[in-house]
């Protein structure tokens, strides 16, 4: 079986609300992309089944999955604040339970079909804020959390799980922090919000955090894949390898200030395909319409083997060019080249002295 997409048409038309990061098409951008470029033929995609309530609770409380669901049914209202739904970062939208509930869904299945080995995206998934009992960081549900549970119960034991975005991964820290048959490696700035994933953190000596400086840049990111990714990975022989690969980390996303190009995200996708017989990729944050469709579109070309041209046809310039960001912040204009490639001009520069040294601190540390 070759590699296999999982998404759904529900991405394309929810937003989190008109002046929420999250407002942006995402998932659309790189369905639509990927047809247009002739990326994926009907047997390469999946469409993602919606996650029955029951399948949640193997990590999410019963109480907060009601609470969502209600969310959904009934709009916001006081008590739902507990649960952090209602919030600036957890607004309730019209799709507040279903679309969260799709991802989640995807994921599960896509654990399912990588039971023999394979390679599956899921660019809705990667909500790693997500919390047993509440919304936190723009997740409701923690998709690579349930992902892999599910891989679990399917009887596979060592799981590494790998996350590039801009954000630390608390949430799956959370559940993952103390058991010793998953690897954690997380590479994320510094001194950005939720503050977790300091360079000291073991958990049960599985968990090696990379906390990055502003201006975080493509050389340095391969430092980090070759002196502490793909050593660790090497070291813990996992059974299944997952990466959440959010697009903030790129210089053009509003959130972060993190200067790598797109480059980046596909080498790391590229070099750790081998690593195990089982590899599910999953996106997460980006929030700069143009730049999270190219990259994770790039994500899929990586997987599916396909060549990148350096211009884009006609009908794959049309789905860049009709995309709309309100409010776009002024200090990231639009590029001319947002419509008309996939791939960034490199951002290579110094590997500067403090990464130098927590890679260092890293790599003296003894492996899981
Ligand atoms: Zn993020």
């Avoid at 639509?32 to 994926?40: E, F, H, N, Q, Y």
């Avoid at 340095?220 to 793909?230: K, Q």
Wanted: proline fraction near 9%.
């Amino acid at each position: 079986m070759g590699p296999v997409l999982i998404g759904h048409e529900i991405y394309r038309m929810s937003s989190y609300g008109q002046r929420h990061p999250l407002r942006v098409p995402r998932v659309s951008t790189v369905m639509d992309l990927s047809r247009a470029l002739g990326w994926l033929p009907d047997h390469a995609f999946r469409r993602s089944p919606r996650a029955r309530p029951e399948a949640l609770t193997h990590w999410h409380h019963p109480a907060y999955i009601a609470a969502l669901q209600e969310a959904e049914a009934t709009g916001p209202a006081d008590h739902l604040r507990a649960f952090g739904l209602g919030t600036h970062a957890n607004p309730v939208f019209p799709e507040v339970w279903r679309r969260p509930a799709t991802s989640a869904g995807g994921v599960m299945l896509a654990a399912e079909m990588l039971r023999e080995g394979g390679v599956v995206y899921v660019p809705a998934g990667g909500t790693h804020h997500g919390l047993p009992d509440r919304a936190n960081g723009f997740c409701y549900l923690n998709d690579p959390v349930l992902a892999m549970l599910a891989m679990r119960r399917l009887g596979l034991r060592r799981i590494a799980y790998v996350d590039i975005d801009a954000h630390h991964c608390d949430g799956v820290d959370v559940a993952f922090r103390d058991d010793p048959d998953t690897l954690l490696i997380s590479v994320h700035e510094e001194r950005r919000w939720p503050f977790t994933g300091l360079l000291e953190d073991e958990g049960a000596g599985n968990v090696f955090n990379l906390p990055v400086p502003a201006g975080f840049n493509d050389s340095e990111m391969r430092a980090a894949l070759h002196e502490l990714i793909l050593p660790r990975l090497e070291g813990f022989r996992p059974d299944a390898v997952v990466l959440q690969c959010g697009a903030d980390a790129v210089e053009e996303d509003p959130l972060s200030r993190l200067s790598l190009s797109n480059n980046a995200h596909w080498s790391v996708v590229a070099a750790l395909r081998p690593v195990a017989p089982r590899y599910l990729v999953l996106g997460g944050g980006g929030y700069n319409p143009w730049s999270v469709g190219r990259c994770w579109t790039g994500v899929w070309a990586t997987l599916a083997g396909a060549e990148i041209p350096d211009r884009l046809p006609h009908e794959a310039e049309s789905v860049l060019r009709a995309l709309v960001w309100h409010d776009a912040p002024k200090r990231k204009p639009v590029q001319p080249h947002w419509f008309t490639t996939l791939r960034d001009t490199p951002r290579e520069g110094a590997v500067r002295p403090e990464i130098r040294a927590r890679l260092a601190v890293l790599a003296g540390r003894p492996g899981p």
